[in-house]
């Protein structure tokens, strides 16, 4: 049984039978579900990042080293010819 509040403009539930409160407890499993669903998904996502950037850094690193060291000579030799 349902009262409408025209007042406040809403419906209030006085009585809920055994088949609604089964509709509701399994849209409320299929929310929770669909939430587990996206938050896994996005848990996915950002480990894949995180294994992409370490790869990216590790490339990073080798590349760097070289840099550093060719960087360090060149500076070297524009001291040895002033």
């Given amino acids: 049984m349902s009262q409408y ?3 406040g403009g809403s419906l ?3 009585t809920i039978s ?8 399994r849209a409320a499993l299929n929310e929770e579900t669909d939430v587990n ?12 990042f995180d294994r ?7 490339k990073f690193n080798k590349v ?3 840099q ?3 960087h ?3 500076w070297e030799l524009q001291k040895k010819k002033r």
Avoid at 18 to 25: G, I, N, P, S, V
Avoid at 52 to 58: A, D, M, S
């Fill in 37 to 48: 669903t996206l938050l896994s998904y996005y848990r996915d996502r950002i480990n894949e």
């Fill in 72 to 74: 360090r000579q060149t």
């Fill in 52 to 58: 992409h950037r370490e790869e990216w850094l590790e």
């Fill in 64 to 66: 760097r080293t070289p």
């Fill in 18 to 25: 055994d088949l609604d409160k089964e509709r509701l407890f």
């Fill in 68 to 70: 550093d060291e060719a």
């Fill in 5 to 7: 509040d025209a007042e």
């Fill in 12 to 14: 209030t539930i006085n």
